[in-house]
């Protein structure tokens, strides 16, 4: 028992250090407007993920039951919607998985959450039948459904500027839903075959995103009551525990 308190007490200690390190090597400022720029390409990567389907679900059906399989447009769609509910038992493993954020940390969580949304994006891109598409389809619409995104803003932001960051991160993400008309009208170019390509869009960016966010720090076991938002400026920290001790 003594063991493993002394473990873990030696992890936080090396954990401080890192993130002491990590701290003083950036600006508050320019960190968070790293972060909140990371969180957007987030929030827009997973409002396409949410939405990118509906929109194209004629060419789905199209391509993959009346081209593929013989079958009439009407009776494809039928088919093509029964298949979906087959997907949603799987995001009842939501309460087993989100908490493992609390768990294992937010930044894990997160990185693994867009990897796979990512990769789901490019098995659609890659789908030559109905199968891989589900799976691809499968695992975008388990990993859209967690927003850790949300947590990060709450816990990145003093209780004056929450609310204020969490509507502009979103309008971000809202507005850029409209990529996927544009997207649409640039790379498929009226041929409805194209289809998949404008998937390959978002899940590049998703795979970016997993490399940016290797950069940023961890926000787990950061209390919400007591946040100020220079957690991650040490310079600005120290000054403010100075006038605090005076």
Aim: glycine share 6%; with cysteine; aromatic share 12%.
């Amino acid at each position: 028992m003594a063991k493993n308190v002394e473990r873990l007490q030696a992890r936080e200690a090396k954990e401080l250090i890192r993130r002491e390190k990590q701290l003083g090597a950036r600006s508050n400022k320019f960190y968070l407007i790293y972060l909140f720029m990371i969180l957007s390409l987030i929030y827009i990567t997973d409002e396409i993920a949410s939405t990118i389907s509906i929109q194209f679900q004629a060419n789905i059906v199209t391509e993959f039951f009346v081209k593929n399989m013989g079958m009439e447009y009407g009776a494809g769609l039928s088919l093509f919607s029964a298949i979906g509910f087959i997907s949603y038992p799987v995001t009842l493993l939501i309460i087993f998985y989100r908490p493992l954020a609390d768990k294992f940390g937010r930044k894990p969580f997160l990185v693994i959450n867009t990897l796979c949304m990512g990769l789901g994006l490019f098995l659609v891109y890659l789908s030559k039948n109905i199968y891989v598409y589900m799976i691809g389809g499968t695992l975008m619409g388990f990993m859209v459904s967690h927003d850790m995104q949300c947590v990060y803003i709450l816990e990145c932001s003093d209780k004056k500027s929450r609310a204020r960051n969490y509507a502009i991160v979103k309008a971000v993400a809202i507005l850029g839903t409209l990529l996927v008309p544009l997207l649409r009208a640039t790379l498929m170019q009226n041929v409805s075959e194209r289809w998949h390509v404008v998937y390959l869009v978002p899940a590049i960016i998703g795979f970016v995103i997993v490399i940016m966010w290797l950069f940023v720090g961890e926000t787990r076991g950061l209390d919400l009551k007591t946040v100020t938002g220079t957690e991650w400026d040490k310079p600005k920290k120290v000054k403010e525990e100075q006038k605090d001790g005076e």
